[in-house]
């Protein structure tokens, strides 16, 4: 079965970097859109970045710049680089999988939360001011 778990984590000062990752697997993960969504507690789902097979890629308006997404075929692993964190930048995030990735545009923009599935337990981010 589709198996989904991010990591990478943790706690870091205003300013600082992370580096989140996905281990996928039950599936052809080179032929899947994949992207991250977060969700601050008290919020709404947000969905961050998603990156297509093609390796095309999206980003919400509040992450453009600091935040890029990559993946590793080889190795069934999606990433997330973030820098310049902001303490707005505070959630859990998940990886998953996102339908209509072909509808959604290539640079910055919104990305429906609806379009992600599948989804793995999450890896808490926390940015400290």
């Known amino acids: 079965q589709v198996q989904l778990v991010e990591s990478g984590g943790g706690l870091v000062q205003t300013g600082g970097s992370l580096r989140l990752s996905c281990a996928a697997s039950?599936?052809?993960?080179?032929?899947?859109?994949m992207g991250w969504f977060r969700q601050a507690p008290g919020k709404e789902r947000e969905g961050v970045a998603a990156?297509?097979?093609?390796?095309?890629?999206i980003y919400a308006d509040s992450v453009t710049v600091r935040f890029t997404i990559s993946r590793d075929n080889a190795k069934n692993t999606l990433y997330l680089q973030m820098n310049s964190l902001k303490p707005e930048d505070t959630a859990m995030y998940y990886c998953?999988?996102?339908?209509?990735?072909?509808?959604?545009?290539?640079?910055?923009?919104?990305?429906?939360?609806?379009?992600?599935?599948?989804w793995g337990r999450g890896t808490q981010v926390t940015v400290s001011s």
């Open positions: 039950g599936y052809s993960f080179s032929s899947y859109c």
């Open positions: 998953a999988r996102v339908r209509y990735c072909s509808t959604m545009g290539r640079g910055s923009g919104r990305i429906p939360i609806s379009n992600f599935y599948d």
């Open positions: 990156i297509t097979a093609a390796s095309m890629t």
